[in-house]
């Protein structure tokens, strides 16, 4: 007896939803259709893995058992779901969606409710692992909501990641996000530093590199940044202008909440500076900069 596939729509196919989309695609376990706002980036997913591509969300929410979203920023995803011809009318009763979007707390918690007030399931979940972890399909995602609802789309989730976590209810797949940024800044601003001092004393950065990152200064962004911090390249990946809008929504949750970041105030402020200098499409390790151009 056949067993009938899960009808999956993915909208966006951005700088992470296009690979997650193809690995989707590649597994062929599922009835996958993609939409994207702009047609060019969805004929050359089309193109690159062959897959069926829809040309309106309507047309994506009305033949999807689950919905995956990975869009930009909170107006994006208020747009995808909330506009005319938006997907918050056209969804099929009992239809589950999950939203890989970083977006603010306040959003998270809006979208649940007007979800469930139509009987839809909905999942907060943003990635982290950066382009190299959607194209190699070994994002970390952090999820809020039902975790019932999570385990019966986990299958789905787990073609594109390496691990699901369980954060608690809706939000808080997007507090854990915004604990991972706050992280980030401060080890790229310490990783900054390091390097600079380093340059200024005429260390061998291949040596210092060897020596450090085997011990207790070890982190991913050392690993995978540092040596081309050193060399000034910067074209890897997630942009200084995604950093700032994240940052941004920690700082907002941050008042809401009453904590002090100082740093992540800091480091947003640094790379604001920096997009205003240019450098908004640069990657996030492009931070070392600040210190020349804001002496020059």
């Known amino acids: 007896m056949m067993v009938k ?3 999956v729509s993915f909208v966006g196919l951005g700088v992470m939803g296009y690979h997650m989309a193809g690995h989707l695609c590649k597994s062929n376990k599922f009835e996958l259709q993609v939409y994207n706002r702009t047609s060019e980036k969805s004929l050359a997913w089309e193109k690159e893995f062959g897959g069926n591509v829809v040309h309106s969300l309507e047309e994506a929410a009305s033949q999807a058992d689950v919905v995956i979203i990975c869009s930009g920023r909170d107006e994006d995803m208020e747009e995808i779901v909330y506009s005319d011809g938006g997907i918050y009318k056209c969804l099929n009763k009992g239809a589950i969606v999950i939203d890989h979007t970083t977006t603010s707390f306040k959003l998270a918690k ?8 139509i009987n839809i399931e909905f999942v907060d979940a943003p990635v982290s692992g950066g382009e190299a972890g959607a194209i190699n399909g070994v994002l970390s995602v952090m999820a809020g909501g039902d975790r019932k609802v999570l385990n019966s789309v986990k299958h789905i989730i787990e073609e594109y990641s390496k691990s699901i976590n369980y954060m608690g209810g809706a939000g808080y797949g997007q507090l854990a996000k915004m604990v991972n940024q706050i992280c980030i800044a401060g080890v790229l601003q310490g990783l900054s530093e390091g390097i600079l001092f380093a340059e200024s004393e005429g260390v061998d950065m291949e040596s210092l590199l060897s020596a450090v990152s085997g011990g207790a200064a070890q982190s991913w962004q050392m690993v995978n940044r540092a040596d081309t911090m050193h060399n000034r390249e910067f074209d890897f990946g997630f942009a200084i202008k995604w950093m700032v809008k994240d940052l941004g929504y920690c700082l907002e949750r941050a008042e809401d909440n009453k904590t002090k970041l100082p ?9 604001v500076y920096l997009m205003n200098k240019g450098h908004e ?3 996030t390790s492009a931070l070392m900069l600040y210190d020349e151009l804001s002496n020059t």
């Open 5 to 7: 596939r899960i009808k």
């Open 110 to 117: 809006k979208l649940s409710k007007s979800f469930k007030e």
């Open 263 to 271: 740093i992540a105030k800091e480091v947003y402020d640094r790379y």
């Open 281 to 283: 499409r640069s990657d």
